[in-house]
């Protein structure tokens, strides 16, 4: 078994890939394989948290004529029930887990507050964020940084649908070339849309290097949190 080199991480999956090929909603296949490679860096001795998109229901910017607040509200209502579906597979492989929602819904989870958040990483507990900041007008991938940042994160793991970040789309560009390393403020110079641009800035104030990359290539979050140099590193 590799060694670990961070010893607290934040991991951002997609909502998207928790669908599978079906596109929409939850491919319990998909959650297993995510929660082998969760158990391997676990294993490591990792403290981890994690956030989940809410693309494989609903995002914000789906409802074109909707109010704006309302529609990132029910994006992060789509997140809370992706993490209570992690949040069941993990406990079911063994590992203790807390999901920890931004929005008050204490029927279900905790409410986020951050002294008990350290505190389950501390004693070996996974926490799942949901509801991304809490705010609309603001991404998971937002969501993802903040709470980096808040916990004091050694890192953030970006895991994607896609194997890296390119210099263009690269489902529409063919001759989409991907980018190995590059700083936060040239990634924002460029205006690259693979990660939110609030996001990185608040990494880069932070001093928070993220790591984007494959979900689905083979021990992809282990090997990011050993240190292989996978994917595209922002730092």
């Known amino acids: 078994m590799s060694k670990a080199k961070y010893g607290r991480v934040v991991i951002k999956l997609s909502g998207e890939a928790l669908a599978g090929e079906a596109g929409f909603g939850l491919d319990e296949k998909v959650i297993s394989q995510v929660v082998d490679q969760i158990c391997a860096v676990k294993e490591m001795g990792v403290e981890i948290g994690i ?15 909707m109010d704006r607040t309302t529609a990132d509200h029910m994006g992060m209502l789509a997140t809370v029930i992706n993490s209570l579906a992690l949040q069941d597979a993990l406990e079911r492989r063994g590992l203790e887990t807390r999901v920890q929602t931004a929005l008050t819904i204490t029927r279900v989870a905790e409410p986020y507050i951050l002294r008990k958040a350290l505190s389950h990483l501390e004693k070996g507990r996974i926490v799942i964020f949901a509801c991304g900041t809490g705010n609309p007008y603001f991404s998971t991938d937002t969501g993802a940084a903040l709470r980096a940042a808040e916990i004091n994160a050694d890192i ?22 991907k980018i190995d390393e590059i700083t936060h403020m040239e990634f924002i110079n460029r205006n690259l849309k693979a990660m939110d641009a609030t996001a990185v800035t608040i990494c880069m104030e932070n001093d928070i290097p993220v790591l984007a990359f494959g979900l689905f290539e083979e021990n992809a979050i282990r090997r990011a949190v050993a240190g292989e140099r996978i994917g595209t590193l922002i730092k």
């Not at 890296?164 to 001759?175: T, V």
């Open 51 to 65: 956030i989940i998109g809410g693309g494989n229901f609903w995002r914000g910017r789906e409802g074109k004529e």
């Open 156 to 177: 953030l793991l970006l895991a994607k649908n896609v194997d890296g970040i390119y210099d263009s789309d690269p489902k529409r560009n063919p001759a989409a070339k």
